[in-house]
């Protein structure tokens, strides 16, 4: 068992080159922030209040992850290809 502090390391370099890869771009950001306030509202998605909030939206990257801000309040957080719209 003499590999295994090489195996965790390979390990920890292949999740965070994973993480870097699959970092959500701006549009996928803006994308589920439409489709989730689409999903809550009807009314809204008629009005188009998803677009008008991911148009406002400032997208920020740490390299492993990333989220939208509009304002003081953040819109949605990602990572690994996923994108979490807060409420």
């Not at 965790?8 to 701006?26: D, E, G, Y």
């Not at 950001?29 to 009005?47: L, Q, T, Y």
């Amino acid at each position: 068992m003499r590999n295994t502090p090489l195996i965790t390391v390979a390990t920890l370099a292949a999740a965070l080159l994973l993480a870097v890869a699959l970092n959500p771009s701006p549009e996928r950001h803006r994308e589920r922030i439409k489709e989730a306030v689409g999903e809550r509202s009807p009314v809204a998605r008629v009005f188009g209040v998803g677009a008008l909030k991911a148009f406002a939206s400032n997208y920020h990257s740490l390299g492993v992850a990333s989220y939208t801000q509009a304002g003081d309040k953040t819109l949605s957080v990602g990572a690994f290809g996923m994108v979490f719209v807060m409420q």
